[in-house]
Each structure stands twice: as structure tokens, then as C-alpha cells.
């Protein structure tokens, strides 16, 4: 069932709806609502200079007013700071409206004058940087919007004048304009643009583009894997503009492909009122006559959309014929856009297999191709970071993702322009920065992404609706903490989904909350969901090529479990995930979640079992051999081998030190890995040095590493007499304490390790050690 719009939709559509009224009913509102010629003979005498001049106060009245009304609406629609005053004015003006109008204005000024932050936006072209985008901007034109509604309402309504007169010299019945005539209009406009998005659809699939997108006023159409999707969206329920996308299948006669699938919408208008045209001098004398302004309608609708279309101006098939029939720069990077979609369709194909790796190098392709247009490309560019960034993510290399999100978030008109491409940013940087533990990053990261998400709920987002929203902001309050407000959004979000809607979808919102059922201890109700969100990976009826990405979800839930403190159903899904991975062919990710694996056998006390698990080291990618090392050697830590550790370590840490963003906190957790297994090998002082090195890094960041490296320090010393061990010791069990983004279980197993490590030089240094608080949950405001 469709969440119901929010008010400040209401008010827009209520705006919208009297300004149809009154200049599509003028007639009517003057004698029937108005009563203007009442009060004028009232307070004038009949036909004197005073009453016409009333009654043509009246007239501009109605033809000033909605202009003013739909001005206000649309600066309601892109929350542009502009619209509280002008909506003021014209509410003020409605107020004059007595009676029934007066109630609109009233309405009207209790909303813009209730409070400032209802009406205008968070904020102002004084805080956001212009966009440097040359189609993005011209999305932003002012004066397209105004030449369109002019030539619109030009060509529809002053033809309407030739189209009566002819008729009538025909002999045909005269037309009676009653309320249905305006129902029929409306109906009718949407018919034009059902036509014209057609046009553009029917040339894209006859020159081989794949269609992906087709959208006709509140009616939306999509492709989704391999079957199309349907939308209705209540919010542009009195919105008659459209759209469509389609991508591409190769480089061959692109220019003069794109020209016709452009072309195709307003020929399709064209042709539409040229039928229409026949129709309408064909019917004198037949029995179908009297339905004369059914064609006379509809041809001077399709002409208008047509000749608006085709004037270029702002971003409109008329500007966009313009520049690549001129091969203009802009032409010229409307192509490149279309080549990077292409790239684009072949990332997402990677995606689906899971074939992650490949997908990056796709992405780092299309950027490339982006920044080579400059910064007139500048939201593809954007885009493209955004794109690396959930890339990088997906393979765990966390200091790149980061990059490359802190890269887009530069290009912050582009930002403003684009909430979804924002949302995704701040969650992306979010995750990262819990991953990383860098509790500086999260408080920001978290306020900007729920800001912008809460903003989204009524208008979805994105095609696949408010369930989108939900789960992005279930998963932001789940890695912050606050496993309550999660769950109030995973109710919102299962609400939200429609009847028959997508298995992944469900499954995706009862993955949070299975993890967030554990994290609050209630395990049964935990483990419940999280059986309903693996039944449906497995039973979801995806296309082959995204069956991997179904078993990596299932894999992935399985890690999520074992983090949020279950082991047997984890271990099970993982195993199961892993297998079924590599039956598919997606190698590198389930030597990831073998790698996965091999950690949490490793934390069971099954090392044996763990070292089984892992993978071959030859011809890994760089991110995963980085994983395998730092997982074989706490195995071989675990497994009393502290020479086999340390040259895990060294080249661990000398990989890290050769990332292209030469990640500081990285590279400490490495050497701190090190600055172990010298300690175990006997090193002490090496070991105390390297430990102390690293503590001067992940101190500042809040990393429970630095409390490793606390430990190792005092072990080091222990030997020596030192009597500040045990006081070090202590220190390092109070940082993983108070440490508000680890999860109750890890931070639990981490304990435990630091435990089972000092355990073995009790003998030199007593501790005891301090009774393990409970975790904190639900503070989300991080600092």
C-alpha cells in the first residue's frame, strides 16, 4: 500500500488544483464561486464605468493568481528557498477569494508563516556551490519552464478560437466547456505525453538500445534484471511530464542513433496531430460530428508538446538535437554519457554475478572516460566516485571506498541536485567509517545520510519506492547502535512493500533485522527472521545472472550473524554460501568469505579447521592477499607458530604501506598484528617499539587495536619488572569497554583473545582483570 504523501505535497497539489480552477474555470468561478457580478452590482450600478472596471479587476484577478499559485507550487516541488514569499503573496491573494477560495489562501498562509523550516529548503544557494555539470544545469533553467508554459498555453488555447470558428462554418454543434471538458483535458495531455515518451521508446528499440526506464506522469516503468516493474507514484499524481532511458549496445552510428531516438517523441506529436487534424476535417455531416473537439483537442495538444519540445532551451530534446546535430562539446559529451552508461550496463552485469573485482575495473574505466570531459561532466564524475566507492566497499578495501566517497561529496552541487546520489555518499562513507572504527567520521557521516533519507520516505527515493529509504536507514541506525530505531524502520520499510513485491527486497529489510534482534539478545525471535531472510536468497526467482549475487547475500548474512553473536547458523550459511559461489564460478568472493570463515573458526578454537579453510596464495588480487595474511597469521599465532606469524606480519605490513592511499590506521592494525607475534616469538623489545609506534596512531582514532598494542607494551615490560604492566593491562580492557561501535559479541571475543594472551604471562604479570560492561546501544550520536 502506497505511503500516503506528505503535507507539504498536499499543499503543492492543492495550490496546483486551484489554479487550474481558476484559469480553466474562469467562467465558473466568476459567476459561481466569486459572484463577482453580484458585488459588483451591488456596490456599482449595472454596465457603468465603475462595474466594468470591477469586473475586469476581477478578470486579471483570475489570470495573475494562478501563475502566482503554480510559481509556488513548483518551488514547493524542488524546495527552493524562494517559494515561502512568493507563496505568502499568493495565498494573500487567494485570501480575497471570498468565500470558498479564502479557505485555499487561509490554508496557505498557515503553512509558510507557521515556521520558517516548513517551507524552506535546509539549504541556500549561499551554502551549496552552483553545479559545473552543463546538462545538470541546464536541467535548472528558469526560463524554459516559462517559454514552454507560454507557447503551451499559446498554441492550445488561442487555436482553440480557428478550431471553433471552423466548425461552426462546417455546421457542426457549437461546444458547451462543463467541468468534464477539463477532466477530458487532463486525460488527454497525459495521452500526448504517453505519445511522445513512445516515440522515443519505439526508436530506441528499433536501433538496438536496450530500454531500461519509461516514465509518464505518475505511472513509471522499469527494467529490473530480466523482467520490467511498475510503479505508481501517488506524490506526481497531478505531474504530466515523462521520461526515458535506454542504453546502448555499441559505439556504431551512435551520434546519429541518439539524434533519431531523440527525434522520435516530438515526430511522434507530430504525426499525432496530423491524424488528428484528418479526423477533425473528416467529421462534418457524419454522425460522429458532434465529438469535433475530441481530435481539435488532441491536435492542438500534440502540436504544443511538439513545439515545445523542440525550442532549445534548458534540458529538452530541442537542446539536446541542437548540440549533437552541431556536434557541439555538450553534443559531444551527451555521447560520452551514453558510453559510460554502457560501461555502466556491464558493471551491473558484474555486480549480479558477483564478480566484484571486475566490476571495479569497469568503474575505474567509466571514471576515467568522465574526467576526460572535464568539469563539465562534473556529476558523472560524482557519479563514478560514488560507484568506486561501493565498489571498494563490497571487497572490504576499506581506505579506497573512503577515497572515493570523500571524492563525490566534493562535488557538492552536484549533490544538491541529486538526494539519492548524496544518500548514497553519506551511507557509503558511513559504513566505512564504522569498518574502519574511525568514530570522528560517524557522527557527520550519520547525521547528513539520515537527513537526507528522512526527506526521501514520501517520495521513495528511487523506482523501487519508500522500502529503499527504510532499509538504508535501518542499516545506518543498526551500524551506529541503535538497534531500536532500526527496528522501527524495518517495520516501516516491510509496510511499505508492496503485495507481490520482490523477494530480495523483503529478504534485504529481514536481514537487518535479524541482526539487530541479536544484537538487543533476543536471540530466538533473531534466529527466526533470520531463516525467513535465507529462504528467501534461495527461493527469490532472479535470472541465472544474479544468482551469485543471491548466494552472496547468503554468505554475507551468515557473517553478519557471527557478528552479532551467533555461530552455528553462521558458520552453516557460510559454508553454504561459499560453496554454492564457487559452483557458480565467483571465485574471488567466496575466497573472501572463505577467509571470513577461517576467522570465525578461528575465534571458535578450531584454528585446524580454520587453516583448512583457506585459500591458495597465488594469483590473489591485492585485497585479498592483504585478508589471507592478517587471517593465517593470528592462525598461526592461535596455533603457537610466531615465526610463521611474523612473516605474515612483515609482508602484511609492507602491502599496506604500498596502498595507493597508504591508509595510517591500516597500517598500524598491521604492525600491531607484528608487534604480537614478535612478542610470542621472544622479540620483546622489537616488539614493544613496533607496539608503541603503532599505538600513537590508533590511539587518536578510538581503534580497539590500540588497546592490542597497550597489552603488548606491558607484556613486553613485564619481563623487566616493570610495575606500570598491570596498570597498562587494565587500561586496555577499559578501551575495549567503553568502545560504542564494536557489538556486544565481538567485543566479548575480543576481550576473550586479549585475555587468553595475557593468560600466558600470568606468571610475570598478575592481572585482574575488570568484569566486561554491557554494550551500549542505541546512541547513535557518535563523536
Avoid at 573485482?357 to 561532466?377: C, F, P, T, W
Avoid at 608503541?692 to 578510538?702: F, I, N, S, T
Wanted: glycine content about 8%.
Amino acid at each position: 500500500m502506497p505511503t500516503l504523501p506528505e503535507r507539504r505535497i498536499l499543499i503543492r497539489w492543492m495550490f496546483d488544483a486551484v489554479a487550474c480552477l481558476l484559469l480553466f474555470g474562469h467562467r465558473f468561478t466568476v459567476y459561481s464561486v466569486l459572484h463577482a457580478d453580484y458585488w459588483a452590482g451591488l456596490f456599482f450600478a449595472k454596465r457603468t464605468a465603475g462595474y466594468y472596471f470591477f469586473m475586469a479587476a476581477v478578470y486579471f484577478y483570475i489570470l495573475a493568481t494562478p501563475l502566482l499559485c503554480w510559481l509556488t507550487a513548483s518551488g514547493l516541488k524542488r524546495n527552493k528557498g524562494w517559494c515561502r514569499p512568493v507563496g505568502i503573496f499568493a495565498s494573500g491573494l487567494l485570501v480575497l477569494g471570498f468565500p470558498w477560495i479564502t479557505i485555499a489562501g487561509a490554508i496557505g498562509l498557515r503553512f509558510f508563516t507557521a515556521s520558517s523550516s516548513s517551507a524552506a529548503p535546509p539549504a541556500t544557494p549561499a551554502t551549496v556551490k552552483p553545479t559545473t555539470d552543463f546538462w545538470l544545469s541546464k536541467r535548472k533553467s528558469k526560463l524554459q519552464p516559462i517559454v514552454m508554459g507560454i507557447v503551451v498555453w499559446v498554441a492550445v488555447f488561442w487555436s482553440s478560437a480557428w478550431f471553433a470558428i471552423h466548425a461552426h462554418r462546417a455546421g457542426m454543434p457549437g461546444l458547451h466547456r462543463g467541468q468534464a471538458y477539463w477532466l477530458w483535458f487532463f486525460l488527454f495531455v497525459l495521452l500526448a505525453t504517453s505519445l511522445h515518451e513512445s516515440g522515443h521508446a519505439l526508436a530506441a528499440w528499433a536501433v538496438g538500445f536496450k530500454l531500461r526506464v519509461i516514465s509518464i506522469g505518475p505511472f513509471t516503468f522499469w527494467r529490473d534484471g530480466a523482467r520490467f516493474r511498475f510503479r505508481f507514484d501517488l506524490a506526481r499524481l497531478f505531474e504530466f511530464g515523462g521520461y526515458m532511458g535506454a542504453v546502448p549496445v555499441s559505439d556504431r552510428n551512435l551520434r546519429w542513433n541518439e539524434i533519431a531516438v531523440i527525434a522520435a517523441g516530438p515526430i511522434a506529436n507530430v504525426l499525432t496531430c496530423l491524424v488528428c487534424l484528418d479526423a477533425f476535417f473528416l467529421l462534418p455531416g457524419t454522425a460522429w460530428q458532434q465529438y469535433w473537439w475530441i481530435p481539435a483537442l488532441n491536435a492542438r495538444l500534440a502540436f504544443a508538446l511538439a513545439l515545445g519540445n523542440l525550442i532549445p532551451l534548458g534540458y529538452c530534446d530541442g537542446s539536446m538535437l541542437f548540440h549533437l546535430i552541431l556536434g557541439t562539446p555538450a553534443g559531444r559529451l551527451l555521447l560520452e554519457h551514453k558510453r559510460i552508461m554502457q560501461i555502466a550496463e556491464d558493471a551491473e552485469a558484474c555486480h549480479g554475478r558477483a564478480e566484484f573485482y571486475q566490476e571495479i575495473e569497469l568503474h575505474e574505466a567509466m571514471l576515467a572516460r568522465a574526467v576526460a570531459s572535464g568539469k563539465d561532466n562534473a556529476f558523472t564524475i560524482a557519479a563514478c566516485h560514488q560507484a568506486l566507492g561501493s565498489g571498494y566497499a563490497n571487497v572490504g578495501d576499506w581506505p579506497s571506498a573512503e577515497m572515493h566517497y570523500r571524492k563525490c561529496l566534493e562535488f557538492e552541487g552536484e549533490l544538491a541536485a541529486n538526494p539519492s546520489l548524496a544518500a548514497n555518499t553519506w551511507c557509503g562513507l558511513h559504513l566505512v567509517s564504522c569498518f574502519r572504527h574511525h568514530p570522528a567520521a560517524i557522527g557527520p557521516a550519520y547525521a547528513s545520510a539520515v537527513a537526507i533519507l528522512e526527506k526521501q520516505k514520501t517520495t521513495g527515493g528511487d523506482l523501487t519506492g519508500p522500502s529503499a529509504t527504510f532499509t538504508m536507514l535501518a542499516q545506518i541506525h543498526q551500524h551506529s547502535g541503535a538497534f531500536q530505531t532500526a527496528l522501527g524502520e524495518i517495520d516501516r520499510g516491510l509496510k511499505a512493500l508492496p503485495p507481490k513485491s520482490d523477494a530480495l527486497r523483503r529478504a534485504r529489510l529481514l536481514r537487518v533485522q535479524a541482526a539487530c534482534r541479536l544484537n538487543l539478545g533476543e536471540t530466538d525471535a533473531g534466529l527466526a527472521v533470520a531463516k525467513q531472510a535465507a529462504a528467501l536468497y534461495r527461493s527469490a526467482k532472479t535470472a541465472d545472472s544474479r544468482r551469485n549475487l543471491g548466494w552472496e547475500n547468503v554468505a554475507n548474512l551468515g557473517y553478519d550473524l557471527w557478528r552479532a553473536g551467533e555461530s552455528t547458523l553462521a558458520v552453516e550459511l557460510l559454508r553454504e554460501g561459499i560453496a554454492q559461489l564457487e559452483s557458480g564460478g565467483a571465485i574471488p568472493v567466496a575466497t573472501e568469505y572463505r577467509i571470513k570463515l577461517a576467522g570465525v573458526l578461528r575465534q571458535l578454537g578450531r584454528p585446524q579447521e580454520g587453516f583448512a579453510e583457506l585459500p591458495a596464495e597465488p594469483g590473489l588480487a591485492p585485497i585479498l592477499k592483504r585478508q589471507l595474511l592478517a587471517e593465517r597469521a593470528e592462525l598461526n599465532l592461535a596455533a603457537g607458530r610466531p615465526k610463521l606469524a611474523m612473516a605474515d606480519g612483515h609482508e602484511l605490513v609492507a602491502l599496506w604501506r604500498a596502498h595507493p592511499c597508504a591508509p595510517e590506521p591500516e597500517i598500524a592494525s598491521a604492525e600491531a598484528l607484528l608487534a604480537q607475534a614478535l612478542l610470542a616469538a621472544g622479540n620483546l623489545a622489537e616488539a614493544e617499539t613496533l607496539a608503541l609506534e603503532a599505538a600513537d596512531v590508533l590511539g587518536p582514532w578510538q581503534h580497539p587495536d590500540a588497546a592490542s598494542c597497550l597489552i603488548t607494551v606491558a607484556l613486553a615490560r613485564s619481563r623487566s619488572g616493570d610495575e606500570s604492566a598491570s596498570s597498562r593491562i587494565e587500561e586496555a580492557f577499559r578501551l575495549i569497554d567503553k568502545d560504542v561501535l564494536l557489538p556486544g559479541a565481538e567485543k566479548a571475543r575480543l576481550r576473550e583473545a586479549e585475555e587468553r594472551l595475557v593468560g600466558q604471562f600470568t606468571a610475570a604479570v598478575p592481572v585482574a582483570a575488570p568484569a566486561l560492561t554491557a554494550p551500549r546501544c542505541g546512541d547513535p550520536h557518535l563523536n
